[in-house]
């Protein structure tokens, strides 16, 4: 940990909220891999396990005007917004009761009411919806930060460019939150990146950037207010890159045989729920029956989440048509 509890000035509430997200996230993930397996689940899944320090980091400091557009593995990231667990898991089972009516399924996760705007299955695609974002941001005058979280496959595309041009040259307020997992798919990031340093890409733009250990609650909180800060101040973008590692494959149908074991317990090692909650026993801040209490509040939302999924009944045939265009 670069910082502790205690410097950062964390009270015990706060911390147990955020221990209680990042588990949260783990047992949602765990048990779409498990309605997957049972086929409650179809196309195609891709678990944010591992990554969870990332976005419990960053999202919980954004404020209420504030929007966010993700990449595919955007699950955790609704967690974080605070998105309804329930409707989440009827929306991955295709039912009507989802985010999404069960027409977006686990890729396209979207609740305007929490400025959630999307999931995008496309590489890179959500870049430049996030650019749009910030100049009608800047247009209205609504204050608010567009959070923009992409993968390091985006880095190649040309989009990344691009928005990172317009960003700049208009001072839009949009944070580029990138989440170096270190594979697109099954490729390793230096066999498609030709540079070493990513958030060094932003210095050609004249945007700010930091690199962080997304694996380190702390850290990530500590960089993503700093970041948030910068942005919200109208001096334009900024480009935080957060180095971290899903634990699983690229999606449900990868059995990972590119990574070696010997790299994957080095990772496992700073599983980041493992090590806050040793953060907190440590400072002193939690006792056993407050961690217990937090695990068994999460099992019960979750047994809750699939049983509403399962109730919520499929969308009518005929509702294809509908939500097309706004009336």
Same mark, same amino acid.
């Given at each position: 940990m670069s910082m502790t $509890?205690?410097?950062?000035w964390i009270a015990k509430e706060v911390a147990l909220e955020l221990y209680r997200k990042m588990v949260l996230i783990r047992r949602f993930e765990e048990k779409c891999a498990e309605m997957y397996g049972r086929a409650k689940i179809g196309g195609f899944l891709h678990l944010y396990i591992g990554e969870e320090a990332v976005a419990t980091g960053m999202i919980p400091l954004l404020q209420p005007q504030d929007t966010i557009v993700s990449h595919y593995r955007e699950h955790g990231h609704a967690i974080a917004r605070g998105l309804d667990t329930k409707r989440l898991m009827a929306e991955l089972f295709g039912r009507s009761g989802g985010t999404s009516k069960g027409k977006g399924g686990s890729m396209h996760l979207f609740d305007d009411s929490k400025g959630f705007l999307g999931g995008y299955a496309i590489v890179g695609g959500m870049m430049p919806v996030a650019t749009g974002i910030g100049l009608a941001s800047n247009y209205l005058k609504t204050n608010s930060v567009c $959070?923009?979280?992409f993968g390091d496959g985006a880095v190649n595309q040309g989009e990344f460019h691009e928005s990172f041009n317009l960003a700049s040259l208009w001072k839009l307020p949009v944070l580029f939150l990138l989440e170096n997992n270190g594979f697109g798919m099954?490729?390793?990031?230096e066999r498609a990146?030709?540079?070493t340093e990513i958030f060094h890409l932003a210095d050609a733009f004249r945007i700010p950037s930091e690199k962080v250990d997304g694996m380190d609650l702390l850290a990530m909180r500590d960089a993503s207010q700093r970041a948030i800060d910068y942005v919200r101040s109208g001096?334009?973008?900024?480009?935080?890159?957060?180095?971290c590692y899903r634990f699983r494959g690229h999606s449900m149908a990868d059995p990972?045989?590119?990574r070696n074991k010997e790299e994957e317990e080095l990772w496992k090692r700073k599983d980041p729920i493992a090590?806050?909650?040793r953060e907190m026993e440590l400072s002193g801040l939690v006792t056993p029956k407050m961690i217990a209490d937090v695990e068994k509040s999460v099992e019960d939302e979750m047994a809750e989440a699939v049983q509403f999924a399962d109730a919520s009944p499929p969308l009518a045939p005929e509702a294809i048509y509908d939500d097309i265009y706004k009336e």
């Open positions: $509890l205690k410097e950062m $959070l923009c979280i099954g490729t390793r990031v990146h030709a540079g001096k334009g973008p900024f480009f935080l890159e957060a180095m990972v045989a590119y090590n806050f909650r």
